[in-house]
Each structure stands twice: as structure tokens, then as C-alpha cells.
């Protein structure tokens, strides 16, 4: 009896683990709240309402993101997730939100040339992982840009950043 108590108890953990891996959502929608889960979905132009990123989930900005040209994504609140990229995108759309926020990325970053990168609050690079890149095509980080864990970013073009780098840890 004790025995399969602990193999339900052990099936129903994995299962949970597993329901809570990490996903790619693609914002949809043209302007909206970073924390509207109605503009991301798990498919490039796919319907939204698939939730909000979390700090394991991938996110992609792209040709199916803005209808128009000069539509909005606006941080109103922290945000988090593993891998950003806006390759792609088309209508040069906007990123922004106030002083007082902070973007957390676990992973890797990717801007476009065809963007507006107007955020105003902190960026901060949180990660254990190894090979993790930072692609800023010209786009310039308004506020600081912190690093820190033990893990590995590669920058493969220049870091524009108007305010202050803060190097914790990492390489």
C-alpha cells in the first residue's frame, strides 16, 4: 500500500513538472500589455489567450505580431522569460514601459533594426546557462543592464547602454 501511495505521489509530481516546462509564445494582436495574456499565443499569428511568460518560457515577436505600422508593446508591470526575440518583426513596432520596471531575460536576446527598443527600466540578465547571446541590431538599453549568475553571454554586435553595466558574475 505504502509503496503505491509513493508512486502516485511520484507520477503526479513528474506530471506537473512536466505541465510546467518551458513553451513558446508568440505575441499576436498588434498593440497591447506584456501582461495580457490575450496577446500571446503558441503559434505565429495563432489566436491569443495562451498566458503570460514566465521565466522558462521562450518568446517571439515576428511577422504575425503588428498589423500596422507603429503598434505598441508596453511593460506595466516586471517581466520575465527565458529567450526573447524579435527577428522578423515587420511595421517597426515599439517596446516600452516606465523607469521603475525591470525586464529579467534567463537566456538569450534578440532585437531587430526594424523595432523601436524605448523601454525605459532595467534589463537585467539572470542565468546559469552557458551560450547565451545578446543581439542588439543598434537598438540602445535606456536604463542599466545588470548581469549576474553563472552562466555565459555572447554579444554579437555592439552594447549601447546609456546608464550603467553591472558585471556580477558570469563570463
Keep these: 500500500m505504502r509503496f503505491r501511495?509513493?508512486?502516485v505521489v511520484l507520477s503526479t509530481l513528474l506530471l506537473l513538472s512536466a505541465m510546467m516546462g518551458a513553451v513558446d509564445l508568440y505575441w499576436v494582436g498588434g498593440t497591447g500589455?506584456?501582461?495580457d495574456f490575450n496577446n500571446w499565443s503558441l503559434t505565429s499569428g495563432g489566436p491569443g489567450g495562451d498566458g503570460t511568460p514566465n521565466i522558462q518560457d521562450n518568446v517571439f515577436f515576428d511577422a504575425n505580431s503588428f498589423s500596422a505600422p507603429g503598434q505598441t508593446v508596453t511593460l506595466s508591470g516586471d517581466a520575465f522569460c527565458q529567450n526573447m526575440t524579435w527577428a522578423g518583426v515587420t511595421n517597426r513596432p515599439t517596446f516600452n514601459g516606465a523607469a521603475n520596471l525591470t525586464m529579467t531575460v534567463t537566456g538569450s536576446l534578440v532585437f531587430?533594426?526594424?523595432m523601436?527598443?524605448?523601454?525605459?527600466?532595467?534589463?537585467?540578465?539572470?542565468?546559469?546557462?552557458?551560450?547565451?547571446a545578446?543581439?542588439?541590431?543598434?537598438?540602445?538599453f535606456l536604463a542599466d543592464v545588470l548581469f549576474e549568475g553563472q552562466g555565459e553571454w555572447r554579444l554579437t554586435d555592439d552594447l549601447n547602454v546609456i546608464?550603467?553595466?553591472?558585471?556580477?558574475?558570469?563570463?
Design 5 to 7: 501511495i509513493q508512486a
Design 33 to 35: 500589455d506584456w501582461n
Design 112 to 114: 531587430s533594426p526594424d
Design 116 to 132: 523601436n527598443q524605448f523601454f525605459d527600466g532595467n534589463y537585467a540578465f539572470r542565468t546559469m546557462g552557458q551560450s547565451n
Design 134 to 140: 545578446i543581439t542588439t541590431a543598434g537598438q540602445v
Design 163 to 171: 546608464r550603467t553595466i553591472e558585471f556580477r558574475e558570469g563570463t
